[in-house]
């Protein structure tokens, strides 16, 4: 089992970004997460986060839920897996393993996920902006995401993009096609309404859920269409 890359850019939807970094290091991952300025806009705008890109952990970027605003809606989100445990929405049976994340300035070119020597099972950028669509479609390496997301393309590993943006236009559609082109997975942030959500938990893991099966994280986030109920652990 290989680290993954998580890299989270100034697209709406941060919310995404913290559940997904939860599950995964809840699943026992090892994750190299990287942020753009942007994003860290977007976190104070929607979750009253403020981040510090010089200085980032596992705590701020997924704080207790008693810890962060009460008007964030990080407060309706489930409790967090690691916490609960074997109660875990995450965890099908009782194994239990917890990972770790290690994070890079997006300016830190020397960072190991900037090689293609540096050996991952993937990278998700998620959300991720228009913006840095398009300098992964053109081949700029300007950051330590667009560089990342390069080696992941050439090296022919996994890569998914997750962009919010509504209404699309041509440039982007076009940039998606490029990279779908390359064998980049496109995943939009687009939750489904089949799985009868409830609240903005149920929408937010619809979405994680996708994220996690195109990594082969083994998860039980949501219903599956065929499967009678939920299975929790
Ligand atoms: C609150 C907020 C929400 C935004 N939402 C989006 C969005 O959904 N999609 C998008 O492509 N850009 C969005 N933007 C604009 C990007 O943040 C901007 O284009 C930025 O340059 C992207 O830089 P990055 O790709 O390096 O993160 C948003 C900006 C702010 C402040």
Redesign the pocket.
Same mark, same amino acid.
């Given at each position: 089992m290989r680290d993954l890359v998580v890299a $989270?850019?100034? %697209?709406?939807?941060a919310i995404y970004a913290v559940r997904l970094l939860e599950v995964l290091i809840a699943c026992g991952r090892t994750v190299h997460v990287t942020i753009? =300025? %942007? %994003?860290a806009?977007?976190f104070q705008?929607?979750l009253g986060l403020q981040l510090d890109l010089n200085k980032i952990d596992e705590a701020t970027l997924i704080p207790k839920p008693e810890t962060v605003p009460e008007t964030s809606p990080l407060r309706r989100l489930r409790p967090h897996p690691a916490a609960v445990s074997h109660n875990s929405s995450v965890f099908s049976d009782s194994e239990i393993y917890v990972g770790k994340m290690i994070y890079h300035h997006?300016r830190d070119f020397h960072a190991g996920i900037a090689s293609g020597s540096f050996l991952t099972d993937g990278m998700v950028i998620c =959300? +991720?902006?228009?913006?840095?669509?398009a +300098?992964i479609a053109t081949g700029q390496s300007q950051?330590l $995401?667009h560089r990342a997301a390069d080696v992941h393309l050439k090296e022919r590993r996994k890569l998914i993009v997750v =962009?919010?943006?509504t209404p699309l236009s041509g440039i %982007?559609l076009g940039n998606m096609k490029t990279l779908s082109d390359q064998g980049a997975v496109i995943l939009p942030a687009m939750p489904g309404f089949y799985h009868e959500p409830q609240d903005i938990s149920d929408l937010v893991d619809f979405v994680v859920a996708r994220i996690c099966d195109q990594l082969g994280v083994r998860h039980d986030l949501t219903k599956r269409w065929g499967t009678p109920t939920v299975q929790r652990g």
């Open positions: $989270i850019t100034g %697209a709406s939807g753009s =300025p %942007a %994003a806009e977007v705008h929607e997006y =959300p +991720c902006s228009g913006g840095t669509l +300098c950051n $995401i =962009p919010r943006e %982007a």
